[in-house]
């Protein structure tokens, strides 16, 4: 898993990918499919044997501490 200061706009464009969330939940894209990433830890995975191909929008963003 890994954490990003971004907002990610992404997009499967061929192939499968799994989504992986911090809480272990997990999504299967297929082509087409659009996800929003806001910076949560998360994972992307290739579990087929052919190759998948995203394309990706970053927009930056301020980490912010946790308040109670």
């Not at 200061?5 to 989504?19: A, E, H, K, R």
């Amino acid at each position: 898993l890994h954490l990003t200061d971004s907002t990610d706009y992404g997009i499967l464009i061929s192939g499968n990918v799994w989504l992986v969330m911090e809480d272990g939940s997990e999504v299967e894209l297929q082509p087409g499919d659009c996800v929003i990433q806001t910076g949560g830890l998360h994972a992307w995975e290739n579990r087929g044997d052919t190759t998948s191909t995203m394309y990706f929008v970053m927009v930056g963003a301020e980490r912010k501490a946790a308040t109670d």
